[in-house]
Every structure is written in structure tokens, then in C-alpha cells.
């Protein structure tokens, strides 16, 4: 998990605590660099403190909001009149989650919380349309495809995949298209092209900042991606496809109705 944060010295060392060497805590000075650093890394939540750094930023906040809405935002702060009067208005623009410090920080409540607000609705939904494919599978491959889906940036490739499963390559293709999925090499572009897309549908971010994000390369290896997994390029895919349309064409090409299959790799194939 990759937290992005904008707070007070005392606030900041208690989350590194809380978060340890598992998370990468990314901390910004003042809110262009952390805009910045929304930007071009994989965020998967955002802590800030209204008040870090001097006046109570509430503005600067909603438009966070407003830029990146499917990034979860987390208030942490300290109680005050000021700072209740903050949550209350930033309540109005859909930021509920709030820690208080010496309250409820504490390490493993804290880290807990952060971890479950770093998921999205819309993988869960893919999820569920794969259950059934994904039943048939070993129970350490279902699993590791479930944990690349929620944290796709760790796998460029279906050795990736077969590695964190602790399986063999082939082992990992037979069970794969036993259970009608396409293609590994697929599997992980979908995982890698689901967060890109919802990267893409938030107006904060450029396409060219969806390619650094998910470390694609080139913006000619995203495109293909897209088509690949969507049959569409990432412009219309941000323009006229929402998001239920977008996990049925998805879905559509993880698990063909009726799929031809395709062979385990050999030892000369060179599949990614």
C-alpha cells in the first residue's frame, strides 16, 4: 500500500509507526507537492491534516476531492473547535473517514483502518464475476489473483503471478485455462488496466500520468493494453465507457463463453 500524507511532524511519525516497512508513506511539505506526488505514483490513500503547515486548508482538500474522487481521503488531526468545524464541512463533500490523534491513532487501529479504506467497489465487483472460474483454481493461485487485482502495481507479467502463487509456470497455465480463463498473460494486463481505468476517470490525472503510475513504459504499451483487455484505447475508455460497462468487457475477455485455450508455455515460447 502506497500512502500519500500531508501533515505535522507529530501526526506523520505516529502513521510511519503504524504503517512500519510493509507501506510506502510518501510525505509532502505543502499541497502542490503532494498533488505531485498523486500524480506520478500509485496512491492508494491519502492522510492529510487541514491544519498542517498553517491555517485550516478545507479548500485545498475538496479539491483534492474533486480532482482524484476515487482516492480515499483520510482527515487526521487534533481536536480542536477549528478542526471539528473542518470535518463537519468536509463531511458535506463525502470525507467521513477521521482519525484523532491521541484518540483513536493507535498503531494497529490506525494501520487497520488504512488498509481497508485502500480498496475500490469496482474490483469487488469484478471479483464476484470471476467466482466462479476462480472456485476451480488451487486455493494459493484464487487467492494471489484476488491480492493482484486489490495491489496490481507489484505484477508486470504472469510469472509475477506464478511466483507470488508459489506454483510453476505451467502448473499455473493448466489450472488457468482449465478454469476458462483466456490467458494468464491477460489476467495480469486486466488486474494492471482495471486500476489504470480508474486512474483515467479521475480528472487529476493526465494519460500520460496513468503510464507512470502503472509503470507501462510507453504510452504505446498502454494503448495496446487497452485494447487488449477493452477493445478500446484508453481516450474512449475515459470519455464513453463507465464502469460497469468497463468490468463487463473486462470480464468479457478474462473468461470467454467459449474459449479456444491456449497452450502452457514451453521452455522456448518466451511467454511474458
Keep these: 500500500m502506497e500512502v500519500a500524507t500531508l501533515l505535522s511532524p507529530p501526526l506523520l511519525a505516529q502513521l510511519r509507526i503504524a504503517l512500519g516497512q510493509q507501506h510506502r508513506v510518501l510525505s509532502a511539505t505543502g499541497w502542490p507537492e503532494l498533488n505531485a506526488e498523486i500524480r506520478r505514483n500509485p496512491v492508494d490513500v491519502v492522510v492529510v491534516d487541514p491544519s498542517a503547515g498553517g491555517p485550516l486548508a478545507v479548500a485545498q482538500v475538496i479539491g483534492l476531492r474533486s480532482r482524484y474522487p476515487s482516492l480515499p481521503v ?21 470525507i467521513h473517514q477521521v482519525v484523532l490523534h491521541r484518540f483513536d491513532d493507535e498503531a494497529s487501529r490506525l494501520r487497520e483502518l488504512l488498509v481497508r479504506q485502500s480498496g475500490d467497489a469496482l474490483t469487488e465487483r469484478l471479483l ?9 483454481l488451487q486455493v494459493s493461485l484464487a487467492g494471489e489473483i484476488r491480492q493482484m487485482f486489490r495491489t496490481p502495481h507489484g505484477y508486470v507479467s504472469a510469472q509475477d503471478l506464478a511466483s507470488a ?55 504505446r504499451i498502454f494503448v495496446r493494453h487497452a485494447r487488449e483487455t477493452s477493445g478500446l484505447n484508453p481516450s474512449a475508455l475515459r470519455q464513453r465507457v463507465g464502469g460497469d460497462e468497463f468490468i463487463a468487457r473486462l470480464a468479457a475477455r478474462l473468461v470467454p463463453v467459449a474459449s479456444a485455450g491456449e497452450a502452457p508455455p514451453t521452455a522456448r515460447d518466451g511467454a511474458p
Aim: glycine share 8%; no cysteine.
Design 74 to 94: 483520510v482527515l487526521y488531526l487534533v481536536l480542536s473547535p477549528a478542526t471539528l468545524r473542518a470535518v463537519v464541512e468536509l463531511a458535506k463533500y463525502g
Design 128 to 136: 464476484d464475476m470471476l467466482a466462479g472460474p476462480l472456485a476451480q
Design 165 to 219: 502463487a508459489g506454483l510453476p509456470r505451467r502448473t499455473m497455465y493448466r489450472q488457468l485455462l482449465a478454469a476458462g480463463f483466456s490467458s494468464p498473460r491477460l489476467l495480469v494486463q486486466g488486474a494492471r488496466m482495471l486500476r489504470a481505468y480508474l486512474y483515467l476517470n479521475d480528472p487529476g490525472n493526465l494519460v500520460e500520468d496513468v503510464v507512470v503510475k502503472m509503470r507501462y513504459g510507453s504510452s
